[in-house]
């Protein structure tokens, strides 16, 4: 069944395994020409950051976040860290961050901007930087700061119970090593969610996937697949409307170009979309 959304596509489990098929990307057709004038733009974006923001913009990059914050982590003892990224290597991952915006705002460098800007506060307000290291906070490599310590503690509480339930997770690949995301939606129940959490939760699913990409492909592919399987869905056990709904903006204003395709796997002939 083809949704209203072409990226979107209800499909049986049998029908799954072929649907996974390498594709190009966009970029792969497009003309010298038309990168060259990409990469202008891009540089004109992240020239009318500022240094804070270029740091935040690239910190969306998992390779360069764990290189910017090994090199800066205090753990207490005299080992030698890492020198930090350079300032090129910092701007080649704000300018990916950049090249996505403008990708989804059709090349309009002005809305671009805007909503990078709105990403970055967004990520700060939603500690996505603490999500996504809070698991790895007593490896050698990483030591938070003292005063972020109760920070992160506080992230393990609340995301290991949702995690432990294996309703959502990354596993696998698809044949181009896109990092599958994969969310058995059949056994969420209706009632009885924490909002943000369950926002959290999702957004630490979906940074695992794209830093399990970014490591499989060495950079060279940002999106990933997502697969929902519905198994026997129900009203009485799916996510509520209103989280739905808080997902679904997430992405769309704060994880553009992300998602290569969505898959609905269903064992019933017709459902709701």
Same mark, same amino acid.
């Given at each position: ?21 390498? %594709? ?16 202008? @733009? ?6 009318? +950051? ?32 890492? !020198? ?21 705002? =059709?090349? =309009? ?11 970055? %506060? ?16 007593? %490896? ?5 700061? !003292? ?51 369950? +926002? @959290? ?28 399987? +519905?198994?026997?869905?129900?009203? @009485? ?22 998602? %290569? ?13």
């Amino acid at each position: 069944m083809q949704t209203a959304n072409d990226n979107i596509t209800a499909i049986t489990s049998t029908e799954f395994d072929s649907a996974l098929k390498p %594709e190009n990307d966009e970029l792969d057709s497009a003309s010298k020409a038309e990168k060259d004038v990409e990469a202008e @733009k891009c540089l004109s974006i992240i020239t009318l +950051l500022s240094e804070d923001e270029k740091e935040k913009a690239a910190r969306t990059s998992y390779k360069y976040l764990v290189a910017s914050t090994s090199a800066t982590s205090k753990d207490g003892d005299n080992s030698e860290k890492p !020198p930090p990224p350079s300032t090129e290597e910092r701007d080649k991952y704000a300018m990916a961050m950049a090249r996505r915006h403008l990708r989804a705002e =059709n090349g =309009n460098e002005k809305k671009a901007l805007q909503k990078m800007r709105n990403t970055i %506060e967004y990520r700060d307000k939603m500690k996505i930087d603490v999500i996504r290291q809070c698991f790895t906070k007593n %490896e050698s490599d990483f030591t938070p700061p !003292p005063e972020e310590e109760e920070e992160y503690q506080y992230h393990i509480d609340n995301l290991a119970p949702n995690l432990l339930e294996g309703k959502l997770f990354v596993r696998g690949y698809s044949k181009d090593d896109r990092a599958l995301y994969i969310s058995r939606a059949h056994l969420f129940e209706a009632r009885g969610y924490d909002t943000e959490w369950f +926002l @959290k939760y999702n957004i630490y699913t979906l940074e695992r996937a794209i830093a399990c990409t970014e490591r499989a492909t060495n950079g060279e592919i940002e999106k990933v697949i997502a697969i929902f399987d +519905l198994g026997q869905y129900s009203n @009485k056990v799916r996510t509520p409307l209103t989280l739905s709904k808080d997902i679904t903006f997430c992405l769309r204003d704060h994880y553009p170009e992300r998602l %290569e395709k969505v898959f609905m796997v269903c064992e019933r002939e017709r459902v709701r979309v």
